[in-house]
């Protein structure tokens, strides 16, 4: 069995994987090769470690450990290399999967839409639209009349009620105006500066009244 066959596993059906299939076994690879540069560099570690020790006391094994390790990092950067491809194909491969996902639920809402629309004549719509605004426009003109005062004020024009009422107010303005200048022209009496004589008693009064009498008797005389 082929390398790719042993990551992807055998298709005997020669159905093609779907697209979450596939993703999902680039994934497990993904992980795989994960651990295996973990190992990698582990082993470049223990190595390295063996290089030092054995540099003056065996250098024999000291090359060795250097070769050993050589063929590690190799191996590394080969596993780096396929990490970035698989990794470039599986977010093709998410970006293709939802973009299926998305063409798929546009057709579907165009489905719908079609569906919706179906049982709909164009003309039909023009005419219900033409009858709603009619009877938009009815319903604020029978608004408008319920709202308009009726009555007695109703007989007036109000612009010809605000001039006569402006020509009352001068003319009640006027009138006060010529009371307040005639009160001005009009000279007061002045207070008289002697006190009233007093008011004369009784008893002269009938004395005076006894005089009058006689000088009456004597004239007739």
């Not at 009160?183 to 008011?199: H, I, R």
């Amino acid at each position: 069995m082929s390398l790719f066959g042993k990551i992807f596993g055998s298709n005997k059906s020669g159905k093609a994987p779907t697209a979450q299939e596939a993703i999902q076994k680039l994934r497990e690879t993904e992980e795989m090769l994960a651990k295996k540069q973990e190992f990698l560099e582990k082993k470049i570690d223990q190595e390295l470690i063996t290089a030092k020790k054995n540099g003056t006391k065996n250098k024999r094994a000291a090359l060795q450990a250097l070769k050993r390790k050589k063929r590690y990092e190799k191996q590394l950067t080969q596993i780096d290399g396929t990490l970035s491809t698989i990794e470039f194909q599986r977010e093709a491969l998410e970006n293709a999967n939802t973009n299926t996902e998305v063409l798929k639920n546009m057709g579907f809402a165009a489905k719908a839409m079609k569906t919706a629309h179906e049982n709909m004549d164009i003309d039909k719509v023009d005419d219900l639209m033409a009858d709603i605004t009619e009877q938009q426009e009815l319903a604020q003109e029978i608004s408008d009349v319920i709202s308009r005062p009726v009555g007695f004020g109703e007989e007036f024009d109000e612009d010809e009620l605000l001039t006569e009422l402006e020509e009352l107010e001068q003319e009640e303005l006027d009138k006060n105006l010529l009371e307040i200048a005639g009160t001005e022209d009009v000279p007061l009496p002045s207070v008289p500066s002697t006190s009233l004589p007093a008011k004369p008693a009784k008893k002269k009064v009938e004395e005076d009244e006894d005089d009058m009498a006689d000088l009456e008797a004597w004239a007739a005389n």
